[in-house]
């Protein structure tokens, strides 16, 4: 190994023995990857940019007895806030009461919990053991027969890619459906390793459908459908790769070589208001066959902008549930319902509750409810959201049962009776709760009573079985004739 590696791996683990923090935490802190670390150790080569961004990380938050807490930190940024000339006696009062509940707020805002919903090891847990992912592919599949392309290609736009195997599954089934037409896939993603997890999945796809143009990128709702950042203060990141070879081996390999694209293009830095992570760079990657590019030159997007124009697009749990109604339409539904082309079809998915997931959180959590807003309040704000471009458009609530669909927890038959394993049970409770988004601080509890077990247990007894229940609404832009579909 590389003696600069070795030297910065021992200055990581070193680092993270005096900040108390797992390597993996380490790493998605700094550059976005859970797995840095580990690639480090196993030869994996990393830039110079990236080997300074870390070593600037760890001089900028010194772990150790030194580092002052967060609510000194709070005191200290008041104190600053308020440093004035002396004042009389009630107006000093009066300063250092505000003092005290401004650095009580700041070190509640340090403290913020972590949210449970973006635990990555729950969130891979979950996806393993349950099979929403097909359940929410397979009702996109419904959609898929009622688009109507035109050339160039058909356009689908994925709202969160995630590991990919939602859109892989959907991308088969375009094939299925259209396999002599042209593709072209918009993708998001911020999640480095979910970049990764979801590239390797296309080889497969390149192969079966030759005329596939598949985009990725790490912009805002705002931003990706046209692939063009609203600010121009950093130039846009932008890499076309021509994939060679005829065989999926051959394109696998050019796509696990691109890992020093994706480690400098996926840098996210916390936002100032929010704490939530924020692109450091807006970056593209464009991937074709090369063998295709002379009858693909129309579909290739050019740097810059794209029309937008999407037959379809897939919007499955872009977004926390408790977030509001206005927050979801105006930063999501609003500005993907506008990138949809004549025709375009845009299906929403997302948790609906009533089903047994719920019934184990208000086992311990009688009043929680994380669902309160509903498809019908979505489409209702959407309306509104867009004034009179709302003509433009039709939107599809459907009846519960068209639009509520249900996924399950995969178990044996024998593994629900009267005694039900230690694992089942871990497994019911993580998708419990991780489906209603339980914040960690709430779960504490819980589990140091053990009541968790016990109302995860009573209800798989109950029920025999553990299920979710996700709704779905479509949002279609009417044809420039003015017929409806």
Known sequence: MDTDIQQLLSEITDYCKRAEISESTFGRQVVNDGKFVNRLRSGRGVTLRTMNRVREYIRAHPPGPDSISEKEAALKLVDEQFSAPRVPAAAESLAREIKREAADQASKQARRPFRFYENRQKYLHFVHTCNEKWAISQRAGKELKLLQPTFPALRMFDAGMGDGTVLTYVMQNLHRQFPTVPLFINAKEMSLEDVR??????????????????????????????????????????????????????????????????????????????????????????????????????????????????????????????????????????????????????LGVQSYGDDPGLEIVRRIWPDENPFTINRHILLKVLKDELGPEAREFNFNTMSDAKSVFRYDMHTLPTEIGDHIGSSTLFAAWNAAIYVNQIQDDQIEGAVASGQYLQATREVLKQRGALWFNDETFVVTRKRANGKED
Not at 259 to 273: A, F, M, N, V, Y
Not at 323 to 341: C, D, M, N, T, Y
């Open 197 to 346: 997890l979801g590239l390797r999945k296309l080889p497969d796809r390149f192969v079966e459908h030759p005329a596939t143009v598949f985009v990725i990128s790490n912009m805002a709702y705002n931003e990706a459908p046209w692939l063009s950042p609203h600010s121009s203060d950093q130039p846009l990141n932008w890499h076309e790769i021509a994939l060679e070879g005829n065989c999926a081996h051959e394109y696998g390999e050019q796509i696990e070589a691109l890992h020093s694209i994706l480690d400098e293009g996926w840098q996210t830095r916390p936002s100032p208001k929010t704490g939530n992570p924020l692109y450091a760079t807006p970056s593209v990657l464009v991937l074709y066959r090369a063998d295709q590019k002379f009858m693909m030159e129309n579909i290739i997007p050019p740097k810059g902008s794209i029309p937008g124009d999407y037959d379809f697009i897939l919007a499955a749990q872009p977004w926390q549930a408790r977030v509001s109604a206005e927050f979801k339409v105006k930063r999501i539904l609003a500005p993907l319902a506008r990138s949809l082309a004549s025709g375009g079809r845009l």
